[in-house]
């Protein structure tokens, strides 16, 4: 195999793998928020504002952080903000007693959320299998389905037997595993980059 592809490779199975993280955490507690809000002396309306404040400031986020990514042609530091940021913000559901707080926090969410996706479909776009770009989105989707899937069993019966709180704990852990992981990526990737630049000039 050429050492280019080899390389492509070992990216796209990477990026798959923080997807995974990122994708089981964001769904775990998809089946839970009207339970949750009650938890907190809310109802299904609060549950209904929480996640409307969620998409609006998600779909506001992407727009600016797609924006400047493009301006500044960096799409690595907002991915690892987001991944970090979404880490802090599963911790700080541990402490919510009131709605209010619970708008502010998932604010931050929805913040996080989009400040990721601009960067990370750009950052899948370069690594996935060349020549074989509907069979990459393929295995793209099926392994965001199959994770979002996997997070909802996690939540639904991590709360269930356990509590919200290790539920918080859990999520905030799975975000950190994958800053990790996009830490180790984008190390792999400059270095790969170096390599290709030194050959191609000797």
Wanted: charged letters at 10%.
């Amino acid at each position: 195999m050429d050492i280019k592809y080899k390389h492509i490779y070992e990216r796209f199975i990477m990026t798959l793998f923080a997807l995974v993280f990122i994708e089981s955490a964001g769904a775990a507690f998809s089946p839970l928020w009207a339970h949750f809000t009650n938890n907190i002396g809310g109802n299904l309306k609060t549950a209904g504002i929480a996640l409307a404040i969620l998409h609006v400031v998600k779909g506001a986020t992407c727009v600016i952080a797609a924006f400047f990514q493009d301006i500044h042609k960096n799409y690595k530091i907002p991915i690892l903000i987001s991944v970090l940021l979404s880490s802090v913000t599963w911790l700080l559901f541990v402490h919510i007693t009131s709605k209010e707080e619970l708008y502010i926090i998932v604010a931050l969410m929805g913040i996080s959320s989009g400040m990721l996706w601009p960067g990370f479909h750009v950052l899948f776009t370069h690594t996935h299998i060349q020549g074989r770009e509907a069979f990459s989105w393929g295995i793209y989707e099926t392994v965001y389905a199959l994770s979002g899937g996997l997070g909802v069993i996690i939540g639904s019966h991590v709360v269930h037997h356990l509590s919200y709180q290790v539920l918080f704990i859990i999520l905030s852990f799975m975000n950190a595993v994958a800053f990790f992981i996009f830490l180790i990526l984008f190390k792999i990737q400059k270095e790969q980059e170096a390599s290709l630049n030194e050959s191609s000039n000797s």
